[in-house]
């Protein structure tokens, strides 16, 4: 595919809003915690809904800050200015949008963030799957070895989405498309294998380089959250190093400005405030999804304004 073609993919007509307004693009990449694990709904069953979004909306402590999300009949609100392509799902950001329905990612604290920054149109491309590492899943092509087929599958997505935007969100057929921004949730698969992990800072950084490259979009703002599923408790040697790697990437010189890292071991909740005792899934508490989402929004526009 020539540069020529990678470049036209992203700009193009796509007649409700303005021609002059861009939308804003987005990717959200990653594993699992990516794809999101977040409880919604407030189930007996699950810890008496303990760390579950509606719960959140209903408890005092926590009241304040999410009962936003719903509206004045106690509905999940959805957002007009903000779309959402994950895989075969698309539709306004509203909680639902986890790895099956029911549940949240960092999408829906993402999108909260950006779409109130911007007058403008947003469009959140996430891109997920479970159980995937970036030495060997999404290793990119400057790592050496063979290419990652999930690295593949992330850069034809991505093509294919924008490419055939007219016809997902008609009501944008009089705008362009602004890829702005990309936000990665990754690490599990790499933590738990020493060789992945001891690599990892120098796969993350030519992971960054080669998206860049092979989207046509250098110096593309790129935001890290930190894989920091059992909080500041966590001890274990490849854990530790993981993280370590995960920000050491984000601040390798070349990338100053243009690299953000989301420190995330505040965001976690133990099991007896969330909804399970899956660690390694945050505990499906659909706080800290909310936040990493949030942390990682509020940093992606300090380096696009950065980048200006």
Same mark, same amino acid.
């Given at each position: 595919?020539?540069?020529?073609?990678?470049?036209?993919?992203?700009?193009?007509?796509?007649?409700?809003?303005?021609?002059?307004?861009?939308?804003?693009?987005?990717?959200?990449?990653?594993?699992?915690?990516?794809?999101?694990?977040?409880?919604?709904? @407030?189930?007996?069953?699950?810890?008496?809904?303990?760390?579950? =979004?509606?719960? *959140? !909306? +209903?408890?005092?402590?926590?009241? $304040? &800050?999410?009962?936003?999300?719903?509206?004045?009949?106690?509905?999940?609100?959805?957002?007009?200015?903000?779309?959402?392509?994950?895989?075969?799902?698309?539709?306004?950001?509203?909680?639902?949008?986890?790895?099956?329905?029911?549940?949240?990612?960092?999408?829906?604290?993402?999108?909260?963030?950006?779409?109130?920054?911007?007058?403008?149109?947003?469009?959140?491309?996430?891109?997920?799957?479970?159980?995937?590492?970036?030495?060997?899943?999404?290793?990119?092509?400057? @790592?050496?070895?063979?290419?990652?087929?999930?690295?593949?599958? =992330?850069?034809? *997505? !991505? +093509?294919?989405?924008?490419?055939? $935007? &007219?016809?997902?969100?008609?009501?944008?057929?009089?705008?362009?498309?602004?890829?702005?921004?990309?936000?990665?949730?990754?690490?599990?698969?790499?933590?738990?294998?020493?060789?992945?992990?001891?690599?990892?800072?120098?796969?993350?950084?030519?992971?960054?380089?080669?998206?860049?490259?092979?989207?046509?979009?250098?110096?593309?703002?790129?935001?890290?959250?930190?894989?920091?599923?059992?909080?500041?408790?966590?001890?274990?040697?490849?854990?530790?190093?993981?993280?370590?790697?995960?920000?050491?990437?984000?601040?390798?010189?070349?990338?100053?400005?243009?690299?953000?890292?989301?420190?995330?071991?505040?965001?976690?909740?133990?099991?007896?405030?969330?909804?399970?005792?899956?660690?390694?899934?945050?505990?499906?508490?659909?706080?800290?999804?909310?936040?990493?989402?949030?942390?990682?929004?509020?940093?992606?526009?300090?380096?696009?304004?950065?980048?200006?």
């Amino acid at each position: 595919m020539n540069r020529f073609f990678l470049c036209c993919v992203f700009v193009f007509s796509i007649s409700v809003v303005s021609a002059a307004e861009k939308v804003k693009v987005f990717v959200l990449a990653g594993q699992s915690n990516m794809q999101g694990h977040g409880k919604v709904a @407030a189930q007996e069953q699950s810890n008496n809904g303990k760390g579950s =979004l509606e719960w *959140l !909306t +209903k408890n005092p402590d926590t009241a $304040a &800050k999410y009962s936003n999300l719903l509206d004045k009949q106690g509905n999940w609100t959805d957002r007009a200015d903000v779309q959402i392509v994950y895989l075969e799902r698309k539709g306004n950001l509203s909680p639902g949008f986890g790895h099956r329905e029911g549940y949240i990612g960092p999408e829906l604290g993402f999108g909260q963030v950006i779409g109130d920054a911007y007058q403008a149109p947003v469009l959140l491309i996430k891109i997920a799957w479970g159980g995937k590492s970036l030495a060997k899943d999404f290793r990119p092509p400057s @790592a050496g070895g063979e290419v990652g087929p999930y690295y593949k599958e =992330l850069l034809q *997505l !991505t +093509k294919t989405t924008l490419k055939n $935007a &007219k016809t997902l969100f008609p009501q944008y057929s009089d705008c362009e498309f602004e890829l702005a921004g990309f936000g990665w949730h990754q690490g599990w698969n790499d933590r738990v294998n020493q060789a992945f992990n001891d690599e990892y800072q120098k796969n993350m950084v030519c992971f960054i380089n080669d998206v860049r490259k092979d989207l046509n979009a250098p110096l593309l703002p790129f935001v890290i959250a930190e894989t920091g599923m059992s909080g500041w408790e966590e001890k274990h040697p490849r854990a530790v190093s993981l993280m370590k790697a995960q920000q050491a990437a984000a601040q390798t010189n070349a990338f100053h400005g243009n690299v953000g890292f989301v420190g995330t071991k505040d965001f976690y909740r133990p099991k007896e405030s969330s909804p399970s005792g899956q660690a390694y899934h945050w505990n499906s508490n659909a706080e800290t999804y909310y936040l990493i989402g949030e942390g990682m929004g509020q940093s992606m526009l300090k380096l696009i304004e950065s980048k200006k």
